[in-house]
């Protein structure tokens, strides 16, 4: 693979593009980095960069002489067992605070990458390198670092932000097509919340046609990630604003634990249940809109779920307030609004859901 990134910025390898001030952190963003510049982030001695094994067969060679520790891929790795061989091997490499873990990888190694140097030796430096459309948008942005316990995600975790997230757009060439659909979820998800002009951006495009638009697509995703960055400074420990980031996610999450979807495709379908109640409860009318896009990006509108086990797994939801949820629901494309539900009439609502899922695709709609 190549190990160049199209068209950096001519600034892009010291200056950052952005820098978000935290509570106890400043992160730097370099959109349109190139990883070659990555010694000027952390010095080699004291780096060691977590891959998983599939980013480390497309994308290690261009890290010649770095310390790479990899493990294995897929999310049934976020697990305290590889935070315990990440911190083992730590220990191995004598690594003290002096030490940066950088992260390169999707989200699962940028979760488990903010995690365990959050804990090793009470917290050690970290980065992060996306190299997932999602990581890009969203996973490496906010501090939110956690890992899953037996069927329950991302149950144990800190918020702790990195110094620096490099965006090197070359990792993309190789994202195959449901990680795109899967990253495409949470830009929509930013754009119903909070953009309704990247919602008619989105609209214009597909899946396919975005990809080859690389300056469109870099514009959009650097405006997501500036997005997230902007709601979670105003409220890095999710009492408010931050909340709204969950549109889709409540039931979303559940029916992903369940049956064994995709984070994305989990999520779309999450969408379109929560704008259903949205059109109930706040008379919202884009549901057939968010339709349309969320098919023209690859992914499902609806799934038969199993309304008990859902509802087991969202009995330990964190949105979960006591005898209230929090659900994050559409007053139109590009506002979000949370509300408190009670739980019983949420858990009604679910079930009844379940029964008018369709097993099939809507078809998708037709592009000029
Ligand atoms: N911390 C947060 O705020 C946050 C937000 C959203 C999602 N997440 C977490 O992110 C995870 C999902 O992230 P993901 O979708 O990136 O999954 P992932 O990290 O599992 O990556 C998916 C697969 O793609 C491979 N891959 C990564 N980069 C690639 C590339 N450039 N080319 C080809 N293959 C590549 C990986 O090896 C893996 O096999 C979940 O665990 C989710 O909980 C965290």
């Not at 990458?113 to 959050?118: E, I, N, P, Q």
């Not at 990006?297 to 087991?312: F, M, N, Q, S, W």
Request: with cysteine; glycine share 8%; charged share 25%.
């Amino acid at each position: 693979m190549p190990c160049s990134p199209t068209n950096p910025k001519p600034h892009a390898d010291m200056t950052p593009s952005a820098t978000y001030r935290f509570s106890a952190q400043s992160v730097d963003y370099f959109f349109g980095g190139r990883l070659s510049s990555l010694s000027k982030h952390c010095q080699k001695k004291s780096t060691v960069l977590l891959m998983d094994e599939t980013v480390h067969a497309l994308h290690g060679a261009c890290f010649k002489d770095w310390d790479i520790l990899t493990i294995p891929s897929g999310e049934q790795y976020k697990v305290q067992s590889t935070v315990d061989r990440i911190i083992g091997e730590l220990i191995e490499r004598k690594a003290d605070r002096s030490f940066t873990l950088v992260g390169v990888g999707g989200g699962v190694v940028t979760d488990l990458t903010g995690y365990a140097a959050s804990v090793y030796m009470r917290g050690i430096s970290f980065g992060f390198l996306p190299t997932t459309l999602l990581a890009m948008v969203d996973a490496s942005i906010g501090g939110k670092n956690g890992i899953d316990v037996g069927a329950y995600k991302n149950m144990v975790g800190v918020i702790r932000q990195p110094g620096f997230i490099l965006y090197d757009w070359s990792f993309l060439r190789t994202l195959p097509d449901t990680l795109w659909s899967d990253g495409f979820a949470e830009v929509i998800k930013h754009a119903c919340i909070r953009d309704a002009a990247a919602f008619r951006l989105l609209s214009s495009y597909d899946v396919k046609r975005l990809q080859k638009k690389s300056d469109i697509l870099h514009g959009l995703i650097e405006r997501n990630a500036r997005m997230k960055s902007a709601i979670v400074r105003r409220d890095e420990f999710e009492c408010n604003e931050r909340r709204l980031l969950n549109f889709g996610h409540t039931l979303g999450h559940a029916i992903e634990t369940v049956h064994q979807l995709s984070h994305g495709q989990a999520v779309a379908i999450g969408m379109v249940l929560a704008s259903q109640l949205s059109a109930q409860r706040l008379g919202f009318s884009g549901t057939e809109k968010l339709q349309d896009v969320l098919q023209a990006y690859g992914l499902p509108i609806t799934h038969r779920y199993d309304a008990t086990k859902v509802l087991e797994v969202l009995r330990l939801d964190k949105k979960r307030v006591s005898l209230d949820m929090n659900e994050v629901l559409l007053e139109r494309i590009g506002k979000g609004v949370v509300q408190k539900i009670a739980l019983a009439s949420f858990e009604e609502w679910v079930r009844q859901a379940a029964e008018a899922q369709q097993p099939a695709f809507r078809k998708p709609p037709k592009k000029s």
